[in-house]
């Protein structure tokens, strides 16, 4: 569904994505793991269109390199960021509808909107600026309004950070609803180990841009260099 073939990105003299080929399948849940500064979030901005770069980036068949990020939604790709971005002066409602009219295939949908408003669980604070929603409350508005542009993949870009015991449940059960209820491809990059073997059905591990390895997610958690690079001694440790 969404291809890679020898992507590379340099900031000046940093290659924060290093020749890095990967086939994300449909009806994945797709991870992304690595160290801090490793690339996640650059690639996240190549295959949403932010950044040019070399290589290639494939979407069902066709090349997506070189579109603008707006022909990139429309094709549908929808993504969310590590810091959860808000209008705060738009109520909840009015967020999504933007999700809405910015999306795919035929413009603001009411009905559609309504429809996400309850799938991602903000009916009662529908109608509240979303400066107020709390931290879980904006990360859901933002899935919310990535949903509403009715993509055919989903981008989230570490979900569960900062996040307590159970709000990383309760954005675990939606991330499975918006994958086998609403059938959206997923690919997600996450620190948390737990989320990242419940969750995903393979596993890309990067480092300094590079492919460490990707695999089924208990394979690759398992890997020694991923162990040694990337989990660290505690890890491989405990159990
Ligand atoms: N716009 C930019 N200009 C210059 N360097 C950048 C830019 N964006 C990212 N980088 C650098 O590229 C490297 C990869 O950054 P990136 O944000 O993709 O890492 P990440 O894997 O998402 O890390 P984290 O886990 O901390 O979010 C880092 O060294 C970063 O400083
Ligand atoms: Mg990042």
């Known amino acids: 569904m969404l291809k890679a073939i020898h992507v590379t990105k340099k900031f000046g003299e940093l290659v924060a994505v290093d020749d890095l080929s990967f086939h994300v399948r449909k009806g994945q849940i797709y991870g992304i793991a690595g160290p ?10 190549l295959i949403t269109g932010n950044y040019g770069y070399e290589g290639r980036i494939e979407f069902q068949g066709k090349k997506i390199t070189g579109l603008s990020p707006h022909r990139i939604a429309q094709a549908g ?3 969310t960021f590590q810091i959860p971005q808000v209008f ?13 009219r910015f999306g795919a295939r035929g413009g603001l949908d009411p009905a559609y909107v309504e429809e996400v408003i309850r799938f991602v669980e903000l009916e009662e604070e529908q109608n509240q600026k979303t400066g107020r929603l709390n931290l ?8 919310g309004a990535a949903l509403a542009t009715k993509p055919k993949v989903l981008m ?3 979900p569960h950070a900062g996040s307590n015991a159970k709000e990383i ?5 939606l991330i499975r609803r918006i994958n086998k209820k609403l059938g959206i491809t997923i690919i997600i990059i996450e620190h948390f180990m737990k989320v990242l073997t419940e969750l995903t059905d393979e596993l890309l591990i990067i480092e300094s841009g590079r492919m460490i390895c990707c695999d089924a997610p208990e394979v690759a958690t398992n890997n020694p260099q991923v162990i040694e690079s990337y989990l660290g001694k505690a890890y491989a440790e405990s159990d």
């Open 77 to 79: 790709i929808a993504r």
């Open 36 to 45: 801090n500064g490793a690339g996640k979030s650059t690639l996240f901005n």
């Open 136 to 143: 879980l409350g904006k990360k859901k508005l933002m899935i």
């Open 88 to 100: 705060p002066s738009l109520t909840v409602k009015k967020s999504i509808s933007v999700g809405s």
């Open 169 to 173: 449940k309760d954005l675990m059960d």
């Open 156 to 158: 989230l870009d570490e």
